[in-house]
């Protein structure tokens, strides 16, 4: 079945940086646009990037246009969040999506803290 396991969340400064990981199994990674999504508290969920197949194309919410970059390792089944001059406002816990046939899958989500 479907599994999207995300890594790498923390407490970090504001200016720091993290990355984020997503294993991917379960389906065909490499014939799938792969998303990040994140979620904070008293918000509804939003769109934070995607990365279309064999990472032709990539997009990303005006809000972390510049500091955030997605990425993807074919070999290795994974997608990756950089996220480069983090704020308070980027504190959610971020979460992996892929497009499934006839349906999305999500992972669990790994949190992160940006906070002095």
């Known amino acids: 079945q479907v599994q999207l396991v995300e890594s790498g969340g923390g407490l970090v400064q504001p200016g720091g940086s993290l990355r984020l990981s997503c294993a991917a199994s379960?389906?065909?990674?490499?014939?799938?646009?792969m998303s990040w999504y994140r979620q904070a508290p008293g918000k509804e969920r939003e769109l934070v990037a995607t990365?279309?197949?064999?990472?032709?194309?990539?997009n990303y919410a005006h809000s972390v246009k510049g500091r955030f970059t997605i990425s993807r390792d074919t070999t290795k089944n994974t997608v990756y969040l950089q996220m480069n001059s983090l704020k308070p406002e980027d504190t959610a816990v971020y979460y992996c999506?892929?497009?499934?046939?006839?349906?999305?899958?999500w992972g669990q989500g790994t949190q992160v803290t940006v906070s002095s």
């Open positions: 990365i279309t197949i064999a990472g032709i194309a990539t």
């Open positions: 999506k892929v497009a499934g046939p006839g349906r999305d899958y």
């Open positions: 379960g389906f065909t990674f490499r014939r799938y646009d």
